[in-house]
């Protein structure tokens, strides 16, 4: 079974950092890109950033591109969100998903964590 | 960059088809994935590439793409489908994944 457990989320400062994680489980991770996906509470979905399987290819949405920075442990099977300079509009739950295909990046994500909450607030 | 544009509501009777569409420019030549997000829940995939269901996707779900509009087509519609609808393509010239703005589906 495909479990992804995202944590590392909570209240942050304005202009700290936060390292968000995700635990993967059920799948050969180092086949997989993945990726981050935020949802204000109440609002629609949107893409953070995604990195290919073995971390060659990264992108990152215009708002969060040079603060935030996606990376990866295929040993620990593990994937991370490094948000820097925090700031209100970053309040929102972070989703980390799976792509459905091995091997390429521009797949639709099959599999989603939960989320953890990012509260960012002085 | 590539924008997504969807109805914020759509409200149907039961047993009645609800379409859900989703406005891109020329997004017949892009895959387009439909996610559906129920209250306190993570999204969960109804249709990829279009049209294609997951398994466990009820038969219910189809989808639609052409021209500047995809749609996702439910019907017999019943309360259960209750629920938030995202468009979601890859931009292959930024490579960026974009979602629309979410269609939230009311059951009268």
């Known amino acids: 079974e495909v479990r992804l457990v995202e944590s590392g989320g909570g209240l942050g400062q304005p202009g700290r950092s936060l390292r968000l994680s995700c635990a993967a489980s059920g799948f050969t991770f180092d086949e997989y890109a993945m990726h981050w996906v935020r949802q204000v509470p109440g609002k629609g979905l949107e893409w953070v950033a995604g990195?290919?399987?073995?971390?060659?290819?990264?992108a990152y949405a215009d708002s969060v591109k040079g603060r935030f920075t996606v990376s990866r442990d295929n040993a620990k099977n593990s994937l991370f969100l490094q948000v820097n300079s925090l700031r209100a509009e970053d309040t929102a739950l972070y989703y980390c998903?799976?792509?459905?295909?091995?091997?390429?990046?521009?797949?639709?994500?099959?599999?989603w964590g939960q989320g953890t909450l990012v509260t960012v607030s002085s | 960059s590539y924008v997504l544009t969807q109805p914020p509501s759509v409200s149907v009777a039961p047993g009645q088809t609800a379409r859900v569409s989703c406005g891109g420019n020329?997004?017949?030549?892009?895959?387009v994935h439909w996610y559906q997000q129920k209250p306190g829940q993570a999204p969960v995939l109804v249709l990829h590439?279009?049209?294609d269901r997951p398994s466990g996707i009820p038969e219910r779900f189809s989808g639609s793409n052409s021209g500047n509009t995809a749609t996702l087509t439910i019907s017999r519609v019943e309360a259960g489908d209750e629920a938030d609808y995202y468009c979601h393509v890859w931009d292959r010239s930024n490579d960026h994944r974009v979602f629309g703005g979410g269609t939230k589906l009311t059951v009268l």
């Open positions: 990195i290919s399987w073995d971390s060659g290819t990264i």
């Open positions: 020329n997004i017949e030549t892009k895959s």
């Open positions: 590439d279009d049209s």
């Open positions: 998903a799976k792509v459905r295909y091995p091997s390429t990046t521009s797949s639709y994500f099959d599999y």
